[in-house]
Nanobody, 126 residues
């Protein structure tokens, strides 16, 4: 059973930065896709960014140029560096994992991921 442990959320002023981390344990596969979704109050869950074990990345248009996803394959950990944060980035951020590389067109489909973290709150004050 894969477990995802998230950390790094918090409260920050608009224009500030935060870094989220998610460590995956319990997977025997070196091939996988990890990433982040988010859900704001009253809104649907949406893709933020994903990265495959080969390093292929995919970003939501709303975060391109501000957020950077990266990973440490040896540690099975994914990071999300969030810069120039805006009030509209306020949401619960969820780490996602699936033990396969998924194609770009499927990265925005929530059902593509087998495992979800508990979520970490990110609040950006304006």
């Amino acid at each position: 059973q894969v477990q995802l442990v998230e950390s790094g959320g918090g409260l920050v002023q608009a224009g500030g930065s935060l870094r989220l981390s998610c460590a995956a344990s319990g997977s025997s596969s070196n091939i996988n896709t990890m990433g982040w979704y988010r859900q704001a109050p009253g809104k649907q869950r949406e893709l933020v960014a994903t990265i495959t074990s080969r390093g292929t990345t995919n970003y939501a248009d709303s975060v391109k140029g501000r957020f950077t996803i990266s990973r440490d394959n040896a540690a099975n950990t994914v990071y999300l560096q969030m810069n120039s944060l805006k009030a509209e980035d306020t949401a619960v951020y969820y780490c996602v994992f699936t033990p396969r590389r998924i194609i770009t067109s499927q990265m925005g489909v929530a059902g593509s991921y087998d495992n979800w973290g508990q979520g970490t709150q990110v609040t950006v004050s304006s």
